[in-house]
């Protein structure tokens, strides 16, 4: 399966901003969804996972609360929504797919490109 990830950018400590991850090639309902971050310096680190009918998320305790994980898997996509941002919310955004929810990134089986988000002060 093939991931293109979309929507990040630059936004204000306090801001929002919504993600998007498209998938081709196979049905995404066979797959578990995952987001992901690194920011510079650091190792790749998980923010949320949703399972593959949508009805269970996961989610970081560093975004609990402030990001929503979904799925629609008739437009093949993933969305997180990210709200009430942190400086330290700064990263490249990666969502991936696997067999099951898992929250370690080497669990992960496709990778879409990354979309980097900024927040500033």
């Known amino acids: 399966v093939q991931l293109q990830a979309s929507g990040g950018g630059l936004v204000q400590a306090g801001g929002s901003l919504t993600l998007a991850c498209e998938a081709s090639?196979?049905?995404?309902?066979?797959?578990?969804l995952g987001w992901f971050r690194q920011a510079p310096g650091k190792e790749r680190e998980f923010v949320a996972t949703?399972?593959?009918?949508?009805?269970?998320?996961l989610y970081a305790n560093s975004v609990k609360g402030r990001f929503t994980i979904s799925r629609d898997n008739v437009k093949n996509t993933v969305s997180l929504q990210m709200n009430s941002l942190l400086i330290e919310d700064t990263a490249v955004y990666y969502c991936?797919?696997?067999?099951?929810?898992?929250?370690?990134?080497?669990?992960?089986?496709?990778w879409g490109q990354g979309t980097l988000v900024t927040v500033s002060s």
């Open positions: 991936a797919a696997s067999q099951a929810s898992y929250v370690r990134p080497r669990q992960y089986n496709y």
């Open positions: 949703i399972s593959k009918t949508g009805v269970a998320s």
């Open positions: 090639g196979r049905i995404l309902s066979s797959y578990s």
